[in-house]
């Protein structure tokens, strides 16, 4: 569903390949980290109206031009925000795609590349598709100007460092990620391991309040009331929805009060799902936000934890402490919060459950476990 508001500087025609909220419409943020030197760019991207930030990172080079770290979505209005850095510091010189699993990155690199025809991409080794392994050529990224990183050979060495973790075996695919150190601000910059969650909704999902107001809510029947705490609340609930899928404190609504609720609801259109609300959040909600809110603290998500990592954990930890050698004060993540105030320790503790268990609620992790055993099962994941 999108987005009441429209308008073609937001506009996203290649969302079907990958249909996810907001589809067609997607607004960008600018903000400065590092003023004349380090950007972020942000929009939104979700499953109905579970939203999250997603973000990529723009630095600028001392030799003149631009590195791209995960680029999003170019949008008229991306394409502009970039291009008014463009206009002050250079040209868009290398374009990064640091993960080899990550759709909501990979998609959007060739039609950001388009626009950027004197730009390198650089590529995470081992880059995979599904459900045909097709040349990178064929997923659109630009033949003759597209390399595959190495730790030791890059151009950009005389800054920046990296880090790549060694390809993790998944079945049907793979999964790796590229880490980037910035020497000069002492930035380190990660895509999907490691992430801050923020206690208040990040500026860039309240450009349309919509999908946390939809969550805030106990009942279908309930009116979508704009105010500073529905907004809050529904950020916070969606959080355990992206990070947990269903945790413990959230029961699925029974068929028949569902549809009661429905009948009765002020608004039955389209974008409501038609007064349809099949949640019931228990009172224990609040808790389970809180802990993996955890004050900011960076984390490993819980899918991540659960699904992919704990499958090769000597080669995670062994990436971990190759980072671990970079003294970074800030951490740049592609969800989620951004910056993360974070240093060398507070990245440690974040894998700590590789050594030590894991410090979330067990029984928030009930779907996800049970999800690991039936991918297992099948094979489509190792034991």
Same mark, same amino acid.
């Given at each position: 569903?999108?987005?009441?508001?429209?308008?073609?500087?937001?506009? #996203?025609?290649?969302? #079907?390949?990958?249909?996810l909220?907001?589809?067609?419409?997607?607004?960008?943020?600018?903000?400065?980290?590092?003023?004349?030197w /380090? %950007?972020?760019? !942000?929009?939104?991207?979700?499953?109905?109206?579970?939203?999250?930030?997603? *973000?990529m990172?723009?630095?600028?080079?001392?030799?003149g031009?631009?590195?791209?770290?995960a680029?999003?979505?170019?949008t008229?209005?991306?394409?502009?925000?970039?291009d !008014?850095?463009?206009?002050?510091?250079?040209?868009?010189?290398?374009?990064?795609?640091p993960?080899?699993?990550?759709?909501?990155h990979?998609v959007?690199?060739?039609?950001?590349?388009?626009?950027?025809?004197?730009?390198?991409?650089?590529?995470?080794?081992?880059?995979?598709?599904?459900?045909?392994?097709?040349?990178?050529? %064929?997923?659109?990224?630009?033949?003759?100007?597209?390399?595959?990183?190495?730790?030791?050979?890059?151009? $950009?060495?005389d800054?920046?460092d990296?880090?790549?973790?060694?390809?993790?075996h998944?079945?049907?695919?793979k999964f790796? =990620?590229v880490?980037?150190?910035?020497?000069?601000f002492?930035?380190?910059?990660?895509?999907? /391991?490691?992430?801050?969650?923020p206690? =208040?909704?990040?500026?860039?999902?309240?450009?349309?309040?919509?999908?946390?107001?939809?969550?805030?809510?106990?009942?279908?029947?309930?009116?979508i009331?704009?105010?500073?705490?529905?907004?809050?609340?529904? %950020?916070?609930?969606?959080?355990?929805?992206?990070?947990?899928?269903?945790p413990?404190?959230?029961?699925?609504?029974?068929?028949?009060?569902?549809?009661?609720?429905?009948?009765?609801?002020?608004?039955r259109?389209?974008r409501?799902?038609?007064?349809?609300?099949?949640?019931? %959040?228990?009172?224990?909600?609040?808790?389970?936000?809180?802990?993996?809110?955890?004050?900011?603290r960076?984390?490993?998500?819980?899918?991540?934890? &659960?699904?992919?990592?704990?499958?090769?954990?000597d080669?995670?930890?062994?990436?971990? !402490?190759?980072?671990?050698?970079?003294? $970074?004060?800030?951490?740049?993540?592609c969800?989620?919060?951004?910056?993360?105030t974070?240093?060398?320790?507070? #990245? *440690?503790?974040?894998?700590?459950?590789?050594?030590?268990? *894991? &410090?979330?609620?067990?029984?928030? $992790?009930?779907?996800? !476990? &049970?999800?690991?055993?039936?991918?297992s099962?099948?094979?489509?994941?190792?034991?």
């Amino acid at each position: 569903m999108e987005s009441a508001v429209s308008s073609p500087d937001w506009q #996203w025609r290649w969302w #079907w390949p990958v249909p996810l909220y907001p589809y067609g419409q997607r607004r960008t943020l600018r903000q400065a980290i590092v003023p004349e030197w /380090v %950007w972020v760019c !942000e929009q939104i991207q979700g499953v109905l109206y579970v939203v999250t930030p997603l *973000r990529m990172t723009v630095l600028r080079l001392k030799t003149g031009g631009l590195l791209i770290y995960a680029p999003i979505a170019p949008t008229p209005e991306c394409l502009q925000l970039v291009d !008014e850095l463009v206009a002050q510091y250079g040209d868009v010189r290398h374009i990064i795609l640091p993960t080899i699993s990550g759709l909501e990155h990979k998609v959007f690199v060739g039609p950001f590349a388009h626009h950027y025809p004197s730009a390198t991409v650089y590529v995470a080794p081992e880059q995979w598709s599904f459900p045909l392994n097709l040349p990178l050529s %064929w997923l659109g990224l630009p033949r003759g100007r597209t390399q595959v990183l190495t730790e030791d050979q890059h151009p $950009f060495g005389d800054r920046f460092d990296l880090a790549i973790l060694e390809p993790i075996h998944l079945g049907i695919g793979k999964f790796s =990620e590229v880490a980037l150190f910035d020497r000069e601000f002492q930035i380190l910059l990660t895509t999907d /391991v490691i992430v801050s969650v923020p206690s =208040e909704p990040p500026p860039i999902v309240q450009l349309d309040p919509y999908p946390l107001l939809f969550h805030a809510r106990e009942r279908g029947d309930q009116e979508i009331i704009d105010t500073l705490e529905n907004r809050r609340r529904g %950020w916070q609930r969606v959080v355990l929805f992206t990070f947990y899928f269903r945790p413990d404190c959230l029961e699925i609504a029974r068929t028949l009060p569902m549809f009661q609720a429905a009948g009765s609801a002020s608004d039955r259109s389209r974008r409501a799902f038609f007064g349809l609300y099949p949640f019931h %959040w228990q009172n224990q909600w609040e808790q389970s936000f809180q802990a993996i809110c955890n004050e900011g603290r960076p984390l490993v998500a819980p899918i991540l934890q &659960q699904l992919i990592l704990n499958r090769s954990p000597d080669q995670t930890l062994a990436w971990v !402490e190759r980072v671990a050698a970079w003294d $970074f004060q800030t951490i740049i993540s592609c969800h989620l919060a951004a910056p993360i105030t974070a240093d060398r320790d507070d #990245w *440690r503790q974040a894998f700590g459950f590789l050594t030590k268990g *894991r &410090q979330l609620p067990a029984a928030d $992790f009930a779907l996800l !476990e &049970q999800i690991d055993r039936t991918l297992s099962r099948s094979g489509i994941l190792p034991s």
